[in-house]
């Protein structure tokens, strides 16, 4: 039976490692990575994840475009993963509205870790990588996601700081099975 499963949570939680895991060890499931989605369609995104007005109307296209590969999916019997951070109702109720809509059941979880942790992953990520998300960035967005998902009373949160990959994985594939 086809599930869609939504995994956020701050950059450096460890939700696109767990997604990647979960969908490893889950048959018939597809990933969809909003970021990767999002740096494929539109890079200048990634140099202000928290812009400008242009860049929340690309970022809802980007969304618009996975909710209909999320659609194909989960009509066919696919079990969908969305990565993404996400720190808004209606960034989080068009998915939602897409489970209720098609009849499925929808696990919205909540990846964290504490602040100085996400921040360490996230140095040690971008020098290995070379990316662009400054101290700051990495703040504001683990206040944005810890504000949100305290008002979301259905959604699991799952701590990080103590597990690796597959342990996140295996902690979610664990909810799909009750």
């Known amino acids: 039976m086809s ?37 494929t369609i539109s890079e200048p995104l990634f140099d202000d994840p928290l812009g400008r007005p242009e860049d929340a109307a690309r970022m809802w296209q980007v969304n618009v ?35 209720h809509r098609l009849g499925i059941s929808v696990l919205d979880v909540c990846v964290m870790a504490s602040k100085p942790t996400v921040q360490e992953r996230v140095r040690e990520r971008d020098r290995e990588s070379g990316g662009r998300l400054t101290p700051e960035k990495v703040s504001t967005l683990y206040d944005k996601v810890v504000s949100f998902y305290s008002d979301r009373s259905k959604a699991i949160v799952l701590n990080s700081e103590m597990m690796n990959e597959w342990e996140v994985a295996g902690e979610i594939e664990d909810l799909l099975l009750r």
Do not use: F, H
């Not at 949570?9 to 490692?17: I, L, M």
């Not at 996975?66 to 996400?86: C, E, F, P, Y």
């Open 65 to 99: 475009v996975a909710r209909q590969l999320a659609s194909k999916a989960l009509m066919n019997g696919q079990t969908v993963i969305v990565d993404s951070i996400k720190y808004q109702t209606d960034w989080v109720k068009p998915w939602e509205d897409l489970g």
């Open 3 to 39: 599930t869609l499963v939504m995994i956020n949570g701050p950059c450096g939680a460890g939700k696109s490692s767990a997604a990647r895991a979960l969908r490893n060890t889950l048959d018939n499931s597809e990933l969809l990575s909003i970021d990767e989605m999002r740096r």
